[in-house]
């Protein structure tokens, strides 16, 4: 049964829910009512958010403890986490450990999701822990595959990425780009929600913040533009149909562009051609204009440009090496993306 086939059997059987207000948090239900990962009732895997999402969450809990009180508070304050998800969790089967919680290979429950983002906002104090998270999950395999974009074309690919993280549980799109906003939306399957309960609205409220985590952290990281802010115009925490932001950023100036061109052999010794040129590829890499003037490039530049692709074969090639064995959960796709990045650029 697909996953749309299951919401549409669940939303029959989902029945009236009284909501309760955003300051009940879904703790107060005690254990944990749906199993929080491997094989769901149906007997589907669960895979509602990826384990590289829950491993960047748990590591970064994990970070600014040691940071404030060193690294062993940092390692007990994972080990806490664990014990208090444990306490939520009936079954002593689906126990978690912290290298359990690391191991990008797994897969989770969004009840069990959001039951970790109350823990872990209760550990370390801060309120705004799952936004500061959420910029986490901009892994580097995410901003190896999206440097050569444009910002704007990367908010277009929104959807993909998501569903890279989120299998079946919730639904992306993508309202509206422009070179300096970008206005992108998500909502919940019947079947999220249905883990959800009564806490829908304080759970949205926290997917939500992770969300806008994660979409300001693209601009920053990959761009460096730590300007970038986001705006949010409706929330399903607030009763609306979908959670909608519009992600507001500096227009990418010329720095981008100069900085490779700077970087790259490529663009350090190509001439200037006048206006009317025709370039034709050949082994002496000749410049023949449409008139009876031509222009050939010094020998060397043909050097450098072999000696760029060479290299950048090279890297290209030892990414793609390094990606798959470190980061199995990647396609192949993406696998050869990656090593097509350091010529791209």
């Keep these: 049964m697909t996953s749309s086939a299951l919401d549409i059997v669940e939303a029959k059987s989902l029945?009236?829910?009284?909501?309760?207000?955003?300051?009940?948090?879904?703790?107060?239900?005690?254990?944990?009512?749906?199993?929080?990962?491997?094989?769901?009732?149906?007997?589907?895997?669960?895979?509602?958010l990826s384990g590289v999402s829950i491993r960047a969450v748990t590591v970064f809990l994990e970070k600014l403890i040691a940071s404030e009180r060193g690294a062993s508070a940092g390692k007990e304050s994972?080990?806490?986490?664990?014990?208090?998800?444990?306490?939520?969790?009936?079954?002593?089967?689906?126990?978690?450990?912290?290298e359990f919680l690391k191991n990008p290979w797994n897969s989770y429950s969004y009840e069990f999701t959001c039951y970790l983002y109350e823990f872990c906002e209760r550990i370390s104090g801060d309120p705004r822990f799952v936004f500061k998270a959420g910029a986490e999950k901009v892994s580097p395999i995410m901003l190896a595959l999206t440097r050569p974009f444009s910002l704007s074309q990367i908010y277009t690919m929104f959807p993909y990425f998501g569903n890279k993280f989120?299998?079946?549980?919730?639904?992306?799109?993508?309202?509206?780009?422009?070179?300096?906003?970008?206005?992108?939306?998500?909502r919940f399957t019947e079947r999220t929600l249905?883990?959800?309960?009564?806490?829908?609205?304080?759970?949205?409220?926290?997917?939500?913040?992770?969300?806008?985590?994660?979409?300001?952290?693209?601009?920053?990281?990959?761009?460096?533009?730590?300007?970038?802010?986001?705006?949010?115009?409706?929330?399903?925490?607030?009763?609306?149909?979908?959670?909608?932001?519009?992600?507001?950023?500096?227009?990418?100036?010329?720095?981008?562009s100069r900085f490779w061109r700077a970087a790259s052999p490529l663009e350090q010794?190509?001439?200037?051609?006048?206006?009317?040129?025709?370039?034709?590829?050949?082994?002496?890499?000749?410049?023949?204009?449409?008139?009876?003037?031509?222009r050939v490039d010094p020998p060397i530049q043909a050097q450098q440009h072999f000696t760029w692709f060479l290299w950048g074969g090279v890297l290209g090639l030892a990414l793609m090496a390094g990606v798959g064995v470190f980061n199995p959960t990647v396609s192949l796709g993406e696998v050869a993306l990656v090593g097509l990045c350091p010529i791209l650029a």
């Design 166 to 186: 989120t299998s079946g549980s919730v639904e992306f799109r993508v309202v509206e780009v422009t070179n300096e906003t970008a206005t992108v939306a998500m």
């Design 15 to 48: 029945p009236h829910i009284e909501l309760l207000p955003k300051d009940r948090t879904i703790l107060e239900q005690g254990a944990m009512v749906f199993r929080p990962f491997g094989l769901d009732e149906h007997g589907h895997t669960i895979r509602d």
């Design 78 to 98: 994972v080990e806490e986490l664990c014990r208090l998800l444990n306490d939520q969790i009936r079954d002593a089967v689906y126990h978690v450990t912290p």
């Design 269 to 294: 010794v190509r001439p200037t051609l006048p206006s009317g040129t025709v370039l034709i590829e050949t082994d002496s890499a000749q410049a023949v204009p449409s008139t009876t003037t031509r």
């Design 194 to 256: 249905r883990q959800f309960g009564p806490y829908r609205r304080r759970c949205a409220c926290l997917v939500c913040q992770s969300a806008q985590g994660i979409m300001v952290a693209m601009a920053d990281r990959i761009h460096g533009l730590s300007r970038a802010e986001t705006i949010e115009t409706s929330c399903i925490g607030n009763d609306d149909d979908w959670c909608q932001w519009t992600i507001r950023w500096q227009k990418e100036g010329g720095y981008r």
